[in-house]
């Protein structure tokens, strides 16, 4: 994997950002390698709160591992961050760097501090299905519009609507969530 984001540097990827997925009892010994790994190769690492997308469904509350917690280890054990400057909202991460300038980090704090209310995702599946949110439990069947025939503008219209229907937000929070049935490795990105 190293010498992966070391050629992708090489050939003028840039920014490059290596994801880690964040779970309490079984990755707060990577944190603060992981931090120093952002300064050694110069990219950013970001931090992922572990969300309820996973396939065998173990999820629970407890076993994620808060993005503020991450941030307080690295900064009393590498140094402190600085946010970085433009924040756009509509982004997951909120992005800092190492004081002395090396090395930045994003953390994605999708469970303890949801950004739903500014959220403008929506994914298109490997196998043509919309979704308006990771945890959609409905899907617009894409490829069957064009397999079917469909115009451009029947997949505008469709898309149009499955964006309309984007709801407030995941609720991971509340009694009232749902798991979706398709788990991250089948959604992207
Ligand atoms: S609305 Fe859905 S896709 Fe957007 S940030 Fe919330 S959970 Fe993620």
Redesign the pocket.
């Given at each position: 994997m190293l010498e992966s984001i070391r050629v992708a540097k090489r050939v003028g990827f840039d920014p490059v950002k290596v994801n880690a997925v964040a779970m309490r009892g079984f990755t707060e010994a990577d944190i603060v390698p992981l931090g120093r790994l952002a300064r050694e190769l110069d990219v950013e690492v970001r931090f992922i709160e572990f969300m309820p997308l996973d396939a065998e469904n173990r999820w629970e509350r407890e076993r994620v591992l808060f993005a503020q917690e991450i941030y307080d280890r690295l900064t009393r054990e590498i140094m402190p961050l600085v946010p970085l400057d433009g924040h756009d909202p509509k982004t997951?991460a909120q992005e800092f760097q190492f004081q002395d300038g090396r090395g930045r980090i994003g953390l994605i704090a999708?469970v303890s501090q949801?950004?739903?209310e500014s959220?403008n995702?929506f994914r298109l599946t490997a196998d043509g299905k919309l979704r308006n949110?990771?945890?959609a439990h409905d899907e617009t069947d894409i490829k069957a519009i064009l397999r079917g025939g469909g115009t451009d503008e029947d997949v505008a219209d469709a898309v149009r609507k499955t964006i309309a229907a984007?709801?407030e937000?995941?609720q991971i929070n509340t009694a009232r969530f749902i798991q979706p049935e398709r788990p991250m490795y089948l959604i992207g990105g």
């Open positions: 997951p999708s949801p950004f739903c959220c995702r949110c990771l945890f984007k709801w937000g995941h």
